[in-house]
């Protein structure tokens, strides 16, 4: 099993900038994908970026490209997402998960563990 927690959500002010970050623990010695996704109440879980085990490659939801970056730290078993520019449309229950497979997929069934979220909220 693998468990998930993600952190620091909150309040932030478009424009500004957020880091969100997930610990994972348990069986991580894998060489799993990690991804974020995001919801919103009445909407489908959306994509919203992933990367491969090596951090060389990376995947964005074309709404956030260009201003949310995703990282990995393999020796913490953390992975972040850096969140600049935020618009008010970026408010959302920010999730973590990890695929079953080594491929930063877009689907999210493609990931077998989740985190709990964290809620983000971006106040124009």
């Known amino acids: 099993q693998v468990q998930l927690v993600e952190s620091g959500g909150g309040l932030v002010q478009a424009g500004d900038s957020l880091r969100l970050s997930c610990a994972a623990s348990g069986r991580t010695s894998s060489s799993a994908a990690m991804a974020w996704f995001r919801q919103t109440p009445g909407k489908e879980r959306e994509f919203v970026a992933a990367i491969t085990w090596s951090g060389v490659i990376t995947n964005y939801a074309d709404s956030v490209k260009g201003r949310f970056t995703i990282s990995r730290d393999n020796t913490k078993n953390t992975v972040h997402l850096q969140m600049n520019s935020p618009k008010p449309e970026d408010t959302a229950i920010y999730y973590c998960?990890?695929?079953?497979?080594?491929?930063?997929?877009?689907?999210?069934?493609?990931?077998?563990?989740w985190g709990q979220g964290t809620q983000v909220t971006v106040s124009s």
């Open positions: 998960a990890r695929a079953t497979s080594s491929v930063p997929s877009k689907r999210q069934y493609d990931y077998s563990y």
